[in-house]
């Protein structure tokens, strides 16, 4: 197939051209500016199992927020992978910097493809358009966020309004077949040193430099499993109009920090727990630890039973992704 994936230069869409290269798939991907090209062939040509299947990549340039380059990207595409979305570490003061772009990229990105006759799509969405509910754990492929919901940040409500507007869209045009990937956290091991927002919680666990962590957590992936996933339901018609959790299971934060320290002794890496009641006292001050209230003390759990019975999947285990 060939392959038109979106933001390539991103942690985990390295990742799935990396695949789809191995599995002898073309892949044309793309980047906000083609200068950012050859650092993504470097990063590819590290690990592709034949270098020759580097002549099956190629990049386009198309940005989320602008019109331009997308109708030139689709053509000769038999298939949108679309991973490219803001994924800030920190939240901007205007919610719309993060929901804007995801939404209308991902219009952008379909429209583009519906027009060119290309009928397959995949989208990486996030348990975060899952879990910002009331409904209680496990949550599973038939739960939605609220953007309403005091758990929904910037990010959650992006990545919420960008899935719902691609089922909506595809609602609308009856050829098109859309299958959604919705992972936790994503760990594991990047093709390079340039990787997103979740792999730098981890790097801040390794520095050592929070004395104490605030208790809450979180589901974790491996990247192999999100990539592997989003080719199997590229190859595999039985997943379309269906969304998929991806998720190894769920720790929390101490608890990722314990296993990261017996993994590396010598680091200085810190695992004790913050007292809720000092997290509540220190968000008076300081507003990133203030959008962590309410996960205090809470723990989401995924069914993952679709993905298990429909896709194969055999999740590597959390402390394995975060090792
Ligand atoms: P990265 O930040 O590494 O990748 C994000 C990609 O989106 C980059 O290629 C980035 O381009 C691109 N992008 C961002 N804004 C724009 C824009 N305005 N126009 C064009 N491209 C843009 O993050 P991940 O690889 O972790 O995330 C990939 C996808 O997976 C996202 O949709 C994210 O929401 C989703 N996801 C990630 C999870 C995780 O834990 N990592 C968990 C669940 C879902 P550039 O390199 O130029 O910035």
Redesign the pocket.
């Known amino acids: 197939r060939s392959v038109l994936l979106?933001?390539?230069?991103?942690?985990?869409?390295k990742r799935i051209a990396l695949d789809l290269l191995d599995a002898g798939h073309v892949v044309r991907g793309?980047?906000?500016?083609m200068s950012?090209a050859q650092e993504v062939t470097d990063a590819l040509a590290a690990h592709v199992s034949d270098p020759a299947s580097l002549d099956r990549l190629s990049f386009a340039e198309?940005?989320?927020?602008q019109d331009a380059g997308w109708d030139a990207a689709m053509q000769g595409i038999d298939v949108l992978m679309h991973?490219?979305?803001?994924?800030p570490g920190s939240m901007p003061k205007d919610e719309n910097e993060l929901i804007t772009?995801?939404v209308e990229?991902t219009l952008r990105a379909l429209k583009a493809a519906q027009a060119s006759g290309v009928t397959r799509v995949i989208m990486?969405?996030?348990?975060?358009a899952i879990e910002a509910n009331d409904k209680g754990a496990p949550f599973d492929e038939n739960d939605w966020s609220d953007p309403a919901h005091p758990r929904s940040t910037a990010?959650f409500k992006?990545?919420t309004l960008a899935e719902r507007a691609a089922w909506d869209f595809v609602a609308a045009h009856p050829d098109m077949a859309l299958t959604a990937i919705?992972?936790?956290?994503?760990?594991g091991s990047p093709l390079d040193q340039?990787?997103?927002?979740?792999?730098e919680l981890i790097e801040r666990l390794m520095s050592g430099k929070d004395p104490m962590l605030p208790c809450f957590g979180f589901g974790i992936v491996d990247v192999a499993d999100?990539s592997a996933m989003h080719v199997k339901a590229m190859e595999r018609e039985d997943t379309a109009g269906q969304r998929f959790i991806a998720s190894g299971g769920s720790m929390m934060l101490p608890d990722i920090a314990k296993v990261l320290k017996d993994a590396y002794p010598d680091r200085g890496i810190k695992t004790a727990r913050a007292p809720d009641l000092l997290v509540r006292f220190l968000a008076l001050f300081d507003a990133q630890i203030r959008s962590i209230l309410p996960n205090l003390g809470t723990m989401p759990e995924f069914d993952t039973s679709r993905a298990q019975s429909v896709m194969g999947m055999e999740f590597v285990p959390p402390d394995e992704a975060i090792r």
């Open positions: 979106t933001g390539i230069s991103g942690f985990i869409a793309t980047l906000r500016s950012r198309a940005d989320l927020t991973t490219a979305s803001p994924f772009p995801a990229g990486t969405s996030s348990v975060v990010y992006s990545k919705n992972p936790s956290l994503v760990l340039r990787f997103g927002t979740s792999l999100v």
